[in-house]
């Protein structure tokens, strides 16, 4: 069977988002950013399963699909959300959270928080959710399969493979 793989790599796929690796039960890095860049692999059906004349989508769904999921993480702030030592709680004046790991603490103002369910925020996790929820949006699309690549810095990502 043939199948046919479009790769999107745009320069406005990006976020730029702070977080921080925990790496054992004693270390974890300081809060840090980056700017994320966001590429995304479509396998879509056999030629002989297009509707339309000799392609299976527009690639301005895709992108604007691509674009707006990664516009939900753009200037925030991201958080493991179930990791055991990462504790939180909404503020007397219900502003900011008041976050407890481990040795720190954080004030954080509610909308800039993003609480991922996840134990670590790493490129590894941020790809795989970006997948899961791609995938759900595309396999409407007739899409087979995709693959995030979440790269924070050249050179250094991580991609997941959803079907």
Request: charged share 25%.
């Amino acid at each position: 069977m043939t199948l046919t793989t479009l790769h999107l790599a745009k320069q406005n796929f990006k976020f730029s988002a702070a977080h921080f690796l925990i790496f054992d039960d004693y270390k974890a890095e300081m809060l840090h950013g980056h700017n994320y860049q966001v590429k995304v692999d479509v396998v879509g059906p056999a030629p002989s399963e297009y509707k339309n004349d000799g392609y299976f989508i527009d690639f301005n769904v895709l992108k604007k699909q691509i674009k707006a999921r990664l516009d939900e993480w753009d200037e925030h702030i991201l958080l493991p959300s179930l990791h055991k030592d990462m504790k939180y709680k909404i503020s007397l004046d219900g502003k900011n959270y008041e976050i407890h790991f481990r040795d720190r603490y954080y004030s954080l103002p509610i909308n800039e928080v993003i609480w991922l369910e996840v134990n670590n925020t790493s490129v590894e996790q941020l790809s795989q959710i970006l997948a899961q929820d791609l995938f759900t949006v595309f396999k409407k699309m007739n899409v087979k399969k995709l693959r995030v690549t979440v790269e924070e810095t050249r050179g250094q990502s991580a991609s997941t493979l959803q079907s």
